[in-house]
């Protein structure tokens, strides 16, 4: 198993363009997050889908959007970057919301210039 | 959802000394869990604690959590080298618009010498 796998790894944009970060899982989980961590700050909630079908906002959803295309995949888009985007962004997974441990991608580590 | 707070921020050991770090929250929870972040990787799940549980081993972890005081401790014991990481704990909320969505602290940076 792969468990969850993130693309790209690293990413440098402009700050106007956009692009859409992607993430897929194999343990057939039914959640699945997308974080940002910036220094200091912990990591935030940007969105999360409980289940196949239904995405909801976290902390942070401004500037984003996101697609949970089937069970599998869960994509991040940024439609106009910019500088405060710059960040490692996470995805995460889990068998059914907060009651089970998440399990974490490699990240994406993202600029904005 | 809720956010925990770590303490300290900063934790510098010897390799074989314990290390203790502290988490506290601010409302009931449903269950709190601790991750570990080694530099330039993802978060990795060490152990998960019921709220109607008040100890829970793992290997070298240790993990208290105290609901009257609203807080949760993390051991590690005969700490290594490669233990070195940032821990975060996350409480998490139950039920209603919390679900599913933990919230992480800035974390405790550990550092092991060797």
């Known amino acids: 198993n792969a468990g969850v796998t993130q693309t790209p790894k690293f990413q440098v944009l402009k700050t106007g363009q956009s692009m859409t970060l992607q993430c897929a899982q194999d343990?057939?989980?039914?959640?699945m997050y997308w974080y940002r961590q910036d220094p200091g700050m912990g990591l935030r909630l940007i969105y999360y889908?409980?289940?196949?079908?239904?995405?909801d906002k976290g902390e942070v959803p401004n500037g984003y959007n996101v697609s949970r295309l089937n069970k599998r995949e869960f994509s991040l888009r940024l439609e106009s970057a910019a500088p405060s985007q710059t960040s490692v962004y996470f995805c995460?997974?889990?068998?059914?919301?907060?009651?089970?441990?998440?399990?974490f991608g490699p990240g994406t580590r993202l600029t904005v210039l | 959802s809720q956010q925990g707070e770590e303490d300290p921020q900063a934790l510098s050991i010897q390799e074989g000394e314990n290390a203790t770090m502290n988490c506290s929250y601010k409302?009931?929870?449903?269950?709190l869990q601790w991750y570990r972040q080694n530099s330039g990787r993802g978060l990795v799940h060490l152990i998960l604690i019921r709220s109607n549980e008040r100890e829970k081993h793992s290997g070298r972890l240790r993990v208290t959590l105290d609901t009257s005081k609203k807080s949760s401790s993390l051991l590690i014991t005969a700490s290594r080298a490669a233990d070195t990481a940032s821990y975060f704990c996350?409480?998490?909320?139950?039920?209603?618009?919390?679900?599913?969505?933990?919230?992480f602290g800035q974390g405790t940076i550990l550092t092991v010498h060797p």
């Open positions: 995460a997974s889990s068998v059914a919301g907060g009651y089970n441990e998440q399990f």
């Open positions: 343990m057939n989980h039914n959640s």
């Open positions: 889908s409980a289940s196949e079908g239904t995405t």
């Open positions: 409302t009931s929870i449903n269950n």
């Open positions: 996350a409480p998490l909320n139950g039920g209603g618009t919390s679900y599913g969505k933990l919230t």
